[in-house]
């Protein structure tokens, strides 16, 4: 009896030893899901808190707003021709600059013909396209116009960070050991950190422009390993509360996942009140988001933020 | 030592004790996650109390207050299903809140002597008003009733209606044009009686002007409120904007391509538009809004915002700088 006890306890403790290293080795967390838990050893990116801003004087603020102006990079094709006109009829609308990059010329709508029919060369001509003609605009956001965005909340996000330093965000996720930014989630990307992506364009060692007809990895993953030979690497966006800004889900999926992880915290155990993206909504639900992000709201909340963003001009849905 | 008399037991132990160690342990680190995961939300749940004490100071201004008691039709089937959604958003916003059915539960639900079922929906609303009348008349100055698939923003409620005088026989709603002279406002978008209006009503039941007329619940209040001389108000903002919707969100203002009135838009008391101009800012109600989307709504008006951005539509700064003009 007492040794089978002991040989129990024994057993435990060895159980409880390995179950230690495994998790220490693995950076193992064994509870669910979000890629902000998921990445506590990895790089996040936080929004400026409250009090951060409070310490910076009018004058400096005013010098970050002007700073902190969006080119986007809308990655279009002919095929979904129904959500590139609702990126030109919606979010883009609030980006300083948004330039559309076209697989083909449609007759319906205009963009620059990059005349390319390979994906990865025509992002990377894009990506070339935009750095040549950023005039003074500092910050890149990247994305398919099956992403829905709200730019005032992604300039809000890099308020206090230097675009002269590398910066490579949004919803980080891991291929292997190859840590990424999410293509569908929206890339964001500092003016340094495009100035050495298109500079290591150029060699065809590190970063190829046809890459391997057998294996072709995904634009997102090819984007992260020419970044990674840069120095540059994947930062996840985060809240100030660390929760995830750029979502690879739409509100309604997201909404209702928490509704059976969190059904008595629905909202807070969900997304984040200054959330930057959203994937996998539809057209028409694109027209709600712009008539629920920007127009409707209680009578009588207001807030007290340091910046003002105006609405865009020749806009009514907004 | 009985090692050598039984050495498959001792081997069994001690392996089911490694399984137990390193579940344990696993079990153990996973708590220290969870535990991130509750202050957050603790925090959180402190925040909107604030929040909320401030919000409920806002319209206490005027002479009068602006209590608001809301009603939900509802049933014993609906309750898990959607009512129980309906308590999880935005009920508790108003004042007070009635969860008006055939039976009484701990939900808690009012159970008045109907039967369920679309036949008896006049009945229930006959009911309800009644019970309110008799029970709860001193408690609130306007009385909503809802359905159970009714999204309302109580705050914006609010906010229509404080302004007008609830001693007056008012009467708001999305207002629909067939069967009735002056019109009758859509049950499913959610209408309000002010008090003097809630008297006339259950006063013309009680004096026999109003009957059970049809099962149409909003078409038959609509014919009393008239026989009564409630007066249908235009709760439109102030650029013609409708305020109460009787479908979601994306029915109204997803533009389509020219083509006749659709269906849903030919019983319009008031010329409706498809696109940003059919809604208000400050939208009372939308209707067949389900679980998901009550939730979806709740994150849109009052979490999700655009960090700095001044809106476009300021009806307080519009009033403010017209009266510089004037003086």
């Not at chain 1, 979904?80 to 083909?104: N, P, Q, R």
Request: proline fraction near 4%.
């Amino acid at each position: 009896m007492v040794s089978e006890g002991s040989s129990f306890v024994k057993g435990m403790s060895m159980g409880g030893l390995f179950c230690l290293v495994v998790s220490l080795l693995s950076g193992l967390s064994p509870s669910p899901k979000t890629s902000t838990e998921e990445h506590h050893h990895h790089h996040h990116v936080k929004a400026p808190s409250k009090d951060e801003l409070k310490e910076l004087s009018n004058a400096h603020i005013q010098e970050l707003s002007k700073q902190v102006q969006v080119y986007c990079v809308v990655m279009v094709q002919p095929k979904l021709i129904v959500y590139w006109a609702a990126a030109l009829d919606t979010w883009s609308k609030h980006c300083d600059k948004s330039v559309f990059y076209t697989s083909e010329e449609s007759k319906a709508l205009e963009a620059v013909d990059l005349n390319e029919k390979d994906e990865w060369a025509r992002l990377r001509k894009a990506l070339k396209h935009a750095y040549e003609n950023a005039g003074d605009l500092r910050w890149f956001f990247l994305a398919q116009p099956t992403t829905f965005a709200i730019i005032e909340n992604l300039k809000y996000l890099v308020l206090t960070k230097d675009p002269s330093e590398p910066f490579y965000l949004g919803n980080v996720m891991k291929s292997g050991e190859l840590e990424y930014v999410d293509y569908e989630s929206g890339i964001v990307l500092s003016y340094e950190a495009l100035k050495r992506l298109v500079h290591v364009f150029q060699d065809e060692e590190k970063c190829p422009e046809r890459g391997n007809a057998l294996w072709k990895m995904d634009d997102d993953k090819q984007l992260a390993e020419c970044l990674k030979y840069t120095g540059v690497f994947a930062e996840n966006g985060e809240d100030t509360h660390g929760k995830g800004l750029f979502n690879s889900k739409s509100v309604h999926t997201l909404i209702s996942d928490s509704m059976k992880a969190n059904p008595n915290n629905v909202l807070e155990g969900c997304c984040s009140d200054m959330a930057v993206t959203f994937t996998g909504m539809s057209p028409g639900q694109m027209q709600v988001m712009m008539f629920g992000v920007y127009r409707l709201r209680p009578y009588g909340h207001d807030f007290h933020d340091v910046l003002a963003f105006y609405p865009p001009e020749g806009s009514n849905n907004d | 030592m009985t090692r050598r008399m039984r050495p498959n037991l001792s081997y069994l132990t001690f392996t089911s004790g490694m399984m137990v160690g390193f579940q344990l342990l696993r079990f153990l680190l996973d708590l220290n996650v969870s535990q991130e995961q509750v202050t957050y939300f603790e925090r959180g749940v402190e925040r909107n109390v604030r929040q909320e004490a401030e919000r409920q100071q806002h319209h206490q201004t005027a002479n009068h207050t602006t209590r608001i008691l809301c009603w939900i039709m509802t049933g014993p089937k609906n309750l898990e299903s959607r009512t129980k959604y309906i308590k999880d958003t935005w009920a508790n916003r108003c004042n007070k809140v009635l969860y008006i059915s055939s039976v009484k539960t701990d939900f808690p639900t009012v159970g008045l002597n109907v039967s369920e079922g679309r036949e008896n929906l006049y009945w229930k609303t006959i009911r309800a008003f009644q019970y309110i009348h008799q029970h709860h008349l001193e408690e609130a100055d306007w009385f909503l009733k809802a359905d159970d698939d009714t999204f309302v923003i109580v705050e914006n409620l609010r906010h229509t209606l404080y302004k007008y005088d609830t001693e007056k026989p008012l009467y708001f709603g999305r207002r629909f044009a067939p069967f009735i002279n002056q019109g009758y406002m859509s049950g499913g978008a959610g209408y309000v009686l002010s008090k003097e209006a809630l008297r006339r009503f259950v006063k013309g039941f009680s004096s026999g002007k109003c009957t059970h007329v049809s099962n149409i619940e909003d078409m038959a209040l609509g014919l009393c409120m008239e026989t009564m001389k409630v007066e249908p108000v235009d709760s439109r903002d102030i650029k013609g904007r409708q305020t109460f919707h009787a479908y979601p969100p994306e029915m109204h203002l997803v533009r389509q391509f020219q083509r006749p009135r659709p269906w849903y838009l030919t019983y319009e008391y008031y010329t409706p538009f498809e696109g940003p101009d059919c809604c208000s800012d400050f939208a009372v109600s939308f209707h067949y809004i389900s679980a998901v989307q009550l939730y979806v709504l709740d994150y849109l008006t009052y979490h999700l915002r655009p960090y700095g951005y001044k809106y476009r539509f300021n009806p307080d700064k519009e009033n403010r700088s017209q009266l510089i003009k004037t003086t």
